[in-house]
């Protein structure tokens, strides 16, 4: 028996991504083998195929940083034939093979049983990006923000953590302004629930360390000057989250916005967050994330187009989030 999958492989320093007929036995060790129905492409998986940043740990590879599907056999506790599953991050695309194959076999600890009202689909199209857009509102929860404190900024809007941000944080209640370098995507922003568009350009240049206050809290995916300009002009009291670094990894701010401001700025990191804390994030999502908006971020792709997909979206021409089929 085989199936499809994307193998990356490096020869000298070249790195290509081909469509290959791989085995059972060719997967890696783990005590779940999992019939995966959905990938997806986030920014990670696209700097990983192309080798611009140094994800994949081993050659060859499977890539792809998340998959859902169904459990086929397990030796796991708790998890058993039939589960419907979803994994993100641990060793995914980096030192274990990924998402994006027709089976993988992973750590059960890996694996989290998906709520029952979303599907392998719905779990793919949310994806990294829109669990790691649920971990930013749970930190803004926990350092204190609600809607009455004021507007939130989300940066990087037309993205997949952006995207998932804006419909989040509106479905709570917030207003929420957008940043985008998309002015002619504002239609689709505002029906996520944007009410109200700032072109990004505005916060992408060097500026003051401390500067009028202008919202109450951020969700940040872009690092560099922006999340420097957004921390800037951050509220009294108010949280900033960080979790990307679409414009860059420096982060050239002052001390001012936590010292005069009382300023608190969290980190996201998805990857090695405990599972208790995924939990949380996947139940909150199933609660609080409007599937109808979802589907309006989400569009379908099989796995021979990943590649295609990923220039794409370093062209910065995708919107939303990119779902593959891998069947
Ligand atoms: P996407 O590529 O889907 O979105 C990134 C968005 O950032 C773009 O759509 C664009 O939005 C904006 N952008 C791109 N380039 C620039 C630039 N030079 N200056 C300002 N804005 C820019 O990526 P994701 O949403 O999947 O991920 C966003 C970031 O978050 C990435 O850096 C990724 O690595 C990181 N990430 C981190 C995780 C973690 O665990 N910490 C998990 C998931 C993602 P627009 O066109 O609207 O301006």
Redesign the pocket.
């Known amino acids: 028996m085989t199936f499809q999958a994307l193998l990356t492989s490096k020869t000298g320093d070249k790195i290509t991504t081909s469509m290959v007929s791989l085995s059972e036995q060719d997967l890696m060790p783990g005590d779940v083998l999992v019939d995966v129905d959905y990938s997806t492409v986030?920014?990670?998986d696209?700097?990983a195929i192309t080798g611009r940043s140094d994800i994949i740990r081993q050659f060859p590879l499977i890539p792809g940083i998340d998959f859902a599907g169904t459990v086929k056999t397990s030796a796991y506790p708790g998890i058993a034939a039939g589960d419907r599953v979803v994994a993100n991050?641990w060793g995914l695309s980096q030192t274990h093979h990924g998402g994006y194959a027709q089976q993988a076999r992973v750590k059960g600890e890996w694996l989290l049983k998906l709520p029952a009202t979303l599907s392998t689909k719905d779990a793919m199209a949310i994806g990294?990006?829109g669990y790691?857009a649920m971990?930013s509102v749970l930190a803004l929860e926990h350092g204190g923000l609600t809607p009455q404190h004021g507007d939130v900024l989300v940066?990087?809007?037309?993205?997949?953590?952006?995207?998932i941000a804006i419909a989040l944080l509106s479905g709570l209640g917030y207003r929420v302004v957008?940043?985008?370098?998309?002015l002619e995507?504002s239609d689709y922003l505002r029906k996520l629930g944007a009410a109200d568009i700032i072109d990004?350009r505005t916060l992408?240049e060097k500026g003051a360390p401390i500067a009028r206050e202008r919202w109450a809290g951020a969700v940040d995916?872009?690092?560099?000057h922006?999340l420097a300009n957004v921390l800037a002009h951050t509220k009294y009291r108010g949280v900033v989250t960080a979790?990307?670094?679409?414009?860059?990894l420096d982060l050239p701010t002052s001390v001012l916005p936590f010292i005069l401001r009382n300023v608190t700025l969290a980190g996201?990191?998805?990857?090695n967050a405990p599972q208790q804390v995924r939990i949380e994030a996947w139940a909150r999502l199933a609660r609080d994330l409007d599937l109808d908006k979802l589907a309006r971020t989400t569009h379908v792709v099989g796995l021979a187009e990943v590649p295609a997909v990923v220039e794409r979206?370093f062209a910065?021409t995708?919107?939303?989030?990119t779902v593959v089929d891998v069947n």
Do not use: F, H, P, W
């Not at 940066?155 to 995207?163: F, I, L, M, P, R």
């Not at 979790?243 to 860059?248: E, K, V």
């Not at 996201?268 to 990857?271: K, M, N």
């Not at 995708?318 to 989030?321: A, D, E, P, Y």
């Open positions: 986030n920014y990670k696209a700097m991050g990294t990006a790691t971990l940066t990087g809007a037309n993205g997949g953590v952006g995207s957008a940043s985008t370098g998309r995507e990004r992408s995916s872009v690092g560099s922006t979790c990307g670094l679409a414009q860059g996201i990191d998805s990857v979206l910065g995708i919107r939303g989030r």
